[in-house]
T-cell receptor
Framework: NAGVTQTPKFQVLKTGQSMTLQCAQD?????MSWYRQDPGMGLRLIHY???????DQGEVPNGYNVSRSTTEDFPLRLLSAAPSQTSVYFC???????????FGNGTRLTVT | EDQVTQSPEALRLQEGESSSLNCSYT??????LFWYRQDPGKGPEFLFT???AGEEKEKERLKATLTKKESFLHITAPKPEDSATYLC????????????????FGKGTKLSVIP
């Protein structure tokens, strides 16, 4: 059972480039979310989804897009990368509102 | 606005030296409080969920407790392998619909256990 799988593990981008961070879960969880983790800031919610075709914004959504076409996948798109988006990104899923979040191992993104 | 404050930011313990980590929270109706452990280069790993004041949960050397304003993670006779960052998160009752799934995280306490 793989749980939550994130790819790539590391990525370096130049300012203005676009890319997609991939997230897949094999637990049939309805809820999926993206967080970014920065030193001294804790985990901050970017976007989340409660099912295929349903997405909503979290605390820090600017500069990011998401879509949810299947239960399993929840990609995060950076439209035009900026140095302020240098961070570690975590995807997480849960089966219901009272269940714990399961996290992937993160993608470390550097924007130069 | 939901707020979570963890203290101390960092804690160094000798092996076997018991201590507690604090998580103070402000939320309009607590739906649940979650504790996670995070190792360097890894995602957070779930430890406990607490739902109501007075509740306690235990796992090996860890015990989590909850009051109406804060939660403690007690570490008894810690070992070097307990070294990690411990995160606390709250889920609020006031959020409805899809928002009810949202968690607010604290900044974490970095625990180092020295042999």
């Amino acid at each position: 059972n793989a749980g939550v799988t994130q790819t790539p593990k590391f990525q370096v981008l130049k300012t203005g480039q676009s890319m997609t961070l991939q997230c897949a879960q094999d637990m049939n969880h309805e809820y999926m979310s993206w967080y970014r983790q920065d030193p001294g800031m804790g985990l901050r919610l970017i976007h989340y989804s409660v099912g295929a075709g349903i997405t909503d914004q979290g605390e820090v959504p600017n500069g990011y897009n998401v879509s949810r076409s299947t239960t399993e996948d929840f990609p995060l798109r950076l439209l035009s990368a900026a140095p302020s988006q240098t961070s570690v990104y975590f995807c997480a899923s849960r089966t219901g509102a009272n269940s714990p979040l399961h996290f992937g191992n993160g993608t470390r993104l550097t924007v130069t | 606005e939901d707020q979570v404050t963890q203290s101390p930011e960092a804690l160094r313990l000798q092996e076997g030296e018991s201590s507690s980590l604090n998580c103070s929270y402000t939320v309009s109706g607590l739906r649940g409080l979650f504790w996670y452990r995070q190792d360097p280069g890894k995602g957070p790993e779930f430890l406990f969920t607490l739902y109501s004041a007075g509740e306690e949960k235990e796992k090996e050397r860890l015990k989590a407790t909850l009051t109406k304003k804060e939660s403690f993670l007690h570490i008894t006779a810690p070992k070097p392998e307990d070294s990690a960052t411990y995160l606390c998160a709250v889920q609020a009752m006031w959020r409805s619909g899809a928002g009810s799934y949202q968690l607010t995280f604290g900044k974490g306490t970095k625990l180092s256990v020295i042999p």
